[in-house]
């Protein structure tokens, strides 16, 4: 056990996290006998890891659930790994009996969940292994999609036209259906400061010593959250648990300014010292781009149609605001992220 103090990294105190005593009073939930067990799938990914650590830093003990169990994670080497006292563990979230062995192998009872694409039951039989062997609350990686779609916030009202919002509520919903109301909470980021990272990966130079790049819709407006900020709420409310956590079952989640593509790509080049031409790509162009890129056709079709139409960031104040209110401490800036990123921008 590391600390029986929850918060020994954090000077503000997340909202929301503790026994309500009184209305508008919360108390710091302490680990008086053993650390929680909690396991974290997708920790090779852009937000596992950032929830491992926030896990274990708040005084749970962390199992890592692989489908690779000897697949390197990003940031952290081998001898961080075994002094944050990390186990790995394979798991499949397509393979329910997978899942039903990990969890008996650890013992753990909270998992952190993302959205595994090649189940035809949206995840139900993992989410009922998962209920069986022991897990009795999940902290979901889902998406603002279905907060910003005009049907939303509530998961069961969003529609199959909405391809991106519809694949993660039907999660949710399977997830709310096995575990109950109060067993999971949803995280719900927009766009990753770190998608900007594939938009440089296809460059050309240009005559004045700066690069071109092709970008879908370079007008579309995001909030570019750090997955670190992401990462942090979701280790916090997995460490805590439903016993603590007395907030929403859906938290919103912003960067703090909202920029239009081509203004973050000002923002990168402003960083690096490069200056970088765009030239937009639309409908076809710009589908056959992230198809491309590696998205499924059905999350890109989403995606384009989310870019080719102004995003309902009527929610960003709250989303943005809850950072700090979950996770201790204000989100991230993107420029901020850029140069803590530098060595990622090849160009």
């Known amino acids: 056990m590391i600390s029986s103090q929850l918060y020994p990294r954090h000077p503000t105190r997340p909202a929301h996290l503790g026994h309500r005593s009184h209305p508008g009073q919360h108390h710091i939930q302490t680990f008086t006998m053993s650390s929680p067990k909690v396991i974290v799938f997708g920790a090779t990914g852009t937000i596992g890891p950032f929830a491992a650590r926030t896990a274990q830093e ?74 069986a062997a022991g897990i009795d609350f999940v902290v979901y990686l889902s998406s603002y999609a279905i907060s910003a779609a005009p049907q939303g916030p509530a998961a069961r009202a969003i529609p199959p036209s909405l ?55 370079p007008e579309a407006v995001w909030d570019f959250i750090a997955p670190e900020d992401i990462g942090r709420v979701g280790g916090i409310v997995l460490a805590h648990g439903p016993a603590a956590y007395t907030g ?48 499924p056709a059905f ?17 960003h104040q709250e989303a943005a605001a809850n950072v700090e209110k979950y996770g201790g401490r204000a989100s991230t800036t993107f420029d901020r992220w850029v140069e803590d990123h530098r060595s990622e921008f090849h160009l």
């Open 58 to 131: 708040q005084g749970a003990k962390v199992y890592l659930a692989l489908r690779d169990t000897e697949k390197p994670i990003p940031g952290l080497s081998a001898a961080d790994e075994a002094a944050a006292g990390f186990e790995r563990v394979y798991a499949d979230l397509t393979n329910p009996e997978t899942l039903r062995a990990a969890v008996a192998q650890t013992g753990a009872t909270r998992a952190f969940l993302y959205m595994a694409s090649g189940t035809a039951d949206h995840q139900r039989a993992g989410f009922e292994a998962l209920r």
């Open 299 to 315: 999350l890109a079709k989403g995606f384009v149609e989310m870019l080719s139409t102004p995003f309902n960031y009527s929610g």
């Open 248 to 295: 929403p079952s859906a938290i919103t989640l912003s960067g703090p300014r909202l920029l239009s593509q081509e203004e973050a790509v000002a923002l990168v080049g402003k960083a690096l010292g490069k200056d970088i031409a765009v030239t937009g790509l639309r409908d076809q162009d710009a589908l056959d781009y992230l198809v491309a890129g590696g998205r």
């Open 163 to 217: 391809p991106l919002a519809y694949a993660h509520a039907q999660v949710e919903i399977a997830i709310e259906d096995v575990f109950g109301l109060a067993g999971f909470v949803a995280l719900r980021p927009t766009f990753f400061a770190r998608n900007v990272l594939p938009w440089f990966k296809k460059t050309v130079p240009t005559e004045a010593g700066g690069v071109h790049i092709h970008l879908p819709y």
